[in-house]
Structures are given as structure tokens and as C-alpha cells.
């Protein structure tokens, strides 16, 4: 669901409720160009744990192919 910058300005934020009742993101216009994206923070923590979760398993990989080292949070501070 796209909103106008202007249409925001004039309702205010209490759109967003109406909007993400029945949908998950509304993305914000502006002078014709899409810029930004609101999510419920309930989606947003949703979206970071799957973000951070694909980070965990990247490293992951990366460590079990050799790429990294595995030591203590003292040892990575010893060696900054």
C-alpha cells in the first residue's frame, strides 16, 4: 500500500494503524518517487530475527570452511 507524503502530513500518523490492519508494510511517496517503508514493530522484529538468523548461519559457513577463527570475546580484544 503506497502513501503520499502530503496525505501523511494531513492525517497524520493514526494512517498507519488503518493501513496495517490489512497489510504488511506501507510505503511512503514522495514527489512521485518511493523513499520509505513502515512495518507493525511487531514485522519489523520478525524481519530482524530472520536478518540476524542469516547472519548466524553465514558465519556459520564461514567458520566450518576455515575462514574465521574462534576465540573469546578477551582474545578478539587482546588482538584489536
Not at 31 to 36: L, N
Amino acid at each position: 500500500m503506497n502513501i503520499v507524503a502530503n496525505e501523511l502530513k494531513t492525517r497524520g500518523v493514526g494512517v498507519f494503524d488503518e493501513i496495517l490492519k490489512h497489510n504488511d508494510e506501507a510505503i511512503i511517496s514522495v514527489r512521485g518517487e518511493s523513499k520509505y517503508v513502515t512495518v507493525s514493530l511487531e514485522r519489523y522484529n520478525y524481519l530482524r530475527e530472520c536478518e540476524l538468523e542469516a547472519a548466524l548461519q553465514e558465519v556459520r559457513a564461514e567458520i566450518k570452511a576455515g575462514k574465521g577463527e574462534v576465540m573469546s570475546a578477551d582474545e578478539h580484544l587482546s588482538k584489536l
